[in-house]
């Protein structure tokens, strides 16, 4: 007889945010195959491929121990024809022809490549790629036209690749929170992102800048950009104003998902002496550049909300950006409200529904609080 414990099904609630995804996976091997396929589709926008993807290793992330036979998966939810071959594939050979030969594939690598440059995007990735460009030489030699963002993120190619660790983070934490103490001593920073949700590295810092009174915070960016620029502290920035108007959307317009708010892309100089453990780890020494140096360049994101936003702002930006997408799915499939990272609008009732906390969002959205060492979908 076959030992029961080995056909049981694993049961899995069927949206990202009613399931509480710590970091840690049972499931690496076949979540990694996954997000590969997933991370291919979106390179060559097929976002909706890649969505499936993503859900699909989700919900393997969340089993509670490892798969080791197809029939444990029976029922479970997002789980498409596509993702089940590669999973069997998997289990029956200990790899996925399909993902080998993508990882290979000329036209992934260089998708890849060329998507690592700060302010390169799917498209013009595949632009250059139809152009003969597959790497970063091929790019330079090309004579194509860099814009700004695209220019400063191939100078710091090597650092931005190398991820950022927690230490990293923390000092660049420091720095920025004393850019934000000076300009305007009330104004409060959190660190978003995957530093919110306990991650020990990330490819970038995540910071969300509020004031406890309304209005306080217009024009707070501006004066922490010069302060950090005068200081020498930006390689790079783009500041984007806050494009956001409640009453120009109305009943009947809901908010759209695309962020509005006051919102700073940057790279980041870090110096050596700024990190407690130094900001060189073992890896990076790999470039006799970077070795010469005593800083390193670190994508940094920095996003300014009204206090009246913030709560909706603070779970808009911890992520994980699945986690974001199936809340945002619940809310309008299961709730018929739309939520962005602004605010909550119910559809039938026709107004907005103001909360101060994520805890207040959760209960609008009628779901257990997840909290955000949990929202790692
Ligand atoms: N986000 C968003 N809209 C965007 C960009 C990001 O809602 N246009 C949200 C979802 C992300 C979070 O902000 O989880 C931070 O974006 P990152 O790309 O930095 O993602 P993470 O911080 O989760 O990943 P990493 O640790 O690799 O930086
Ligand atoms: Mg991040």
């Known amino acids: 007889a076959v030992n029961d414990s080995e056909v049981t099904p694993f049961t899995v609630p069927s949206y990202a945010c009613q399931r509480r995804s710590t970091l840690e996976n049972h499931n690496a091997v076949l979540t990694d195959a996954l997000s590969l396929l997933?991370?291919?589709?979106?390179?060559?926008?097929?976002?909706?491929?890649?969505?499936?993807?993503?859900?699909?290793?989700?919900?393997?992330?969340?089993l509670p121990s490892a798969v080791t036979n197809m029939s444990q998966l029976t029922g479970l939810p997002c789980l498409g024809g596509h993702s089940l071959r590669v999973i069997?594939?998997?289990?029956?050979?200990?790899?996925?022809?399909?993902?080998?030969?993508?990882?290979?594939?000329?036209?992934?690598?260089?998708?890849?490549?060329?998507?690592?440059?700060?302010?390169?995007?799917?498209?013009?990735?595949?632009?250059?790629?139809?152009?003969?460009?597959?790497?970063?030489?091929?790019?330079?030699?090309?004579?194509?036209?860099?814009n700004r963002a695209q220019q400063a993120g191939l100078e710091h190619y090597d650092d931005i690749k190398q991820l950022v660790s927690l230490a990293e983070a923390e000092a660049i934490r420091g720095i920025v929170g004393r850019?934000?103490?000076?300009?305007?001593?009330?104004?409060?920073?959190?660190?978003?992102?995957?530093?919110?949700?306990?991650?020990?590295?990330?490819?970038?810092?995540?910071?969300?800048?509020?004031?406890?009174?309304?209005?306080?915070?217009?024009?707070?960016?501006?004066?922490?950009?010069?302060?950090?620029?005068?200081?020498?502290l930006l390689l790079y920035q783009k500041t984007t104003r806050n494009s956001y108007l409640e009453c120009s959307e109305g009943p009947g317009r809901p908010p759209s998902n695309i962020d509005r708010f006051e919102r700073c892309l940057s790279i980041f100089k870090l110096s050596a002496?700024?990190?407690?453990?130094?900001?060189?780890?073992?890896?990076?020494?790999?470039?006799p550049s970077a070795t010469e140096r005593r800083w390193r360049a670190v994508r940094v994101d920095?996003?300014?909300?009204?206090?009246?936003?913030?709560?909706?702002?603070?779970?808009?930006?911890?992520?994980?950006?699945?986690?974001?997408?199936?809340?945002?799915?619940?809310?309008?499939h299961e709730k018929g409200m739309s939520l962005s990272s602004h605010a909550l609008y119910d559809n039938k009732q026709g107004r907005y529904i103001r909360a101060?906390?994520?805890?207040?969002?959760?209960?609008?959205?009628?779901?257990?609080?997840?909290?955000?060492?949990e929202r790692n979908a």
């Not at 139809?130 to 004579?143: K, T």
Request: aromatic share 6%; no cysteine; proline share 3%.
């Open 302 to 332: 920095l996003v300014v909300s009204p206090i009246s936003q913030f709560a909706f702002a603070l779970l808009g930006w911890t992520g994980s950006k699945l986690f974001e997408r199936e809340l945002r799915r619940w809310a309008g």
């Open 356 to 373: 101060s906390s994520e805890e207040e969002i959760f209960a609008h959205l009628g779901l257990e609080f997840i909290p955000p060492n």
């Open 38 to 62: 997933a991370e291919n589709a979106e390179l060559s926008d097929e976002d909706g491929r890649g969505v499936a993807f993503r859900r699909a290793a989700a919900v393997l992330k969340a």
């Open 88 to 146: 069997k594939d998997i289990l029956e050979n200990g790899t996925s022809s399909e993902v080998e030969s993508t990882k290979e594939s000329e036209r992934f690598k260089a998708l890849k490549v060329l998507t690592g440059i700060f302010g390169v995007g799917s498209k013009t990735a595949d632009r250059w790629i139809r152009e003969g460009i597959h790497n970063l030489q091929q790019l330079r030699d090309s004579g194509q036209t860099l």
């Open 273 to 287: 002496g700024q990190t407690g453990s130094g900001v060189q780890s073992e890896e990076t020494t790999a470039s």
């Open 179 to 232: 850019a934000v103490a000076s300009v305007s001593p009330e104004a409060q920073i959190v660190l978003t992102g995957g530093f919110r949700r306990g991650k020990q590295t990330g490819h970038d810092v995540d910071f969300l800048i509020t004031h406890p009174e309304e209005g306080s915070e217009v024009g707070l960016m501006p004066k922490l950009v010069s302060w950090l620029e005068s200081r020498g």
